[in-house]
């Protein structure tokens, strides 16, 4: 568990940070206390945090201008059907952004904890989501050679991270990925969308008793990678699945 340190650590930690103090990767001030990323509380504090009105179903903000109904939705799911309930916590920027990186590219992953809280509060929150209806909390996985370069999938220990908080079921494997997909950076929403093509299938040791899922991802662009995940989870019988992303790129 990521959450969970021993004195040791905090006393390893804290000698680290004596030898190699650690500076603030968005205000450059300095870390005195051991925390094991770089991103200090005052910054973490300016993430933008995303408010209604947005899409009732892809989570999509929607301006504030337009006259606001329950559940109104964006141009794109009005005008095809989808397979996920999405809600996305902040918007990728700024410190979000700078957040994720430090985890995927400088392995940061004591950033777990914070960003993980923001998932909780936000489900605590958000009365979209029951988390009592909740069976399995599952993350979009990565491929095997992904996840053996990076050594970590980051989705996954905020998945965990969330499910330990409310003790609920968590489970690594249920979806696998078959196939590296190119970095989506870059793609036009076409090319997005076959990138994702048949990359995603259902564990074949998959019990048929789970009923209500929550996937957790990182990152939310076009949808594209949740909308394959839950194409594969519909076809065995789970009647809901909410999708929850840390951060929103558009
Ligand atoms: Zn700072
Ligand atoms: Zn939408």
């Known amino acids: 568990m990521v959450n969970k340190n021993s004195a040791w650590d905090y006393l390893k930690e804290g000698f680290l940070n004596l030898i190699y103090p650690l500076s603030c990767e ?8 051991s925390k094991g990323y770089s991103i200090c509380d ?53 410190v979000m952004r700078k957040c994720i990186h430090l985890l ?5 992953v004591k950033l777990i904890q914070p960003l993980g809280d923001l998932m909780i509060d936000y489900l605590k929150a958000d009365n979209f989501y029951d988390i009592q209806e909740i069976d399995l909390i599952i993350p979009v996985p990565l491929f095997k050679g992904d996840f053996l370069r990076r050594g970590f999938n980051q989705s996954s220990l905020l998945a965990e991270y969330v499910a330990n908080y409310f003790s609920l079921s968590f489970s ?11 970095s989506q950076v870059g793609l036009s929403k076409i090319e997005r969308k076959n990138n994702v093509k048949n990359v995603f ?8 008793d789970i009923y209500n899922i929550l996937l957790i991802d990182d990152i939310f662009t076009t949808g594209a990678t949740v909308e ?19 951060a929103r790129g558009i």
Request: charged share 30%.
């Open 26 to 33: 968005n205000c450059g001030k300095s870390i005195r206390e």
């Open 42 to 94: 005052d910054c973490m504090k300016q993430i933008k945090l995303i408010s209604s009105p947005y899409c009732y179903q892809c989570g999509k903000p929607l301006s504030p201008m337009v006259y606001f109904e329950e559940k109104a939705m964006c141009s794109d799911c009005n005008s095809k059907e989808k397979h996920y309930f999405n809600r996305s916590v902040a918007y990728y920027q700024g």
């Open 104 to 108: 995927k590219y400088k392995k940061q």
């Open 172 to 182: 690594n494997d249920l979806l696998i990925k078959n196939k590296e997909n190119v």
């Open 201 to 208: 299938s259902i564990n074949s040791s998959f019990k048929k």
């Open 228 to 246: 394959a995940c839950c194409k594969e989870l519909r076809k065995t019988g789970i009647k809901k699945i909410f999708v929850l992303t840390l």
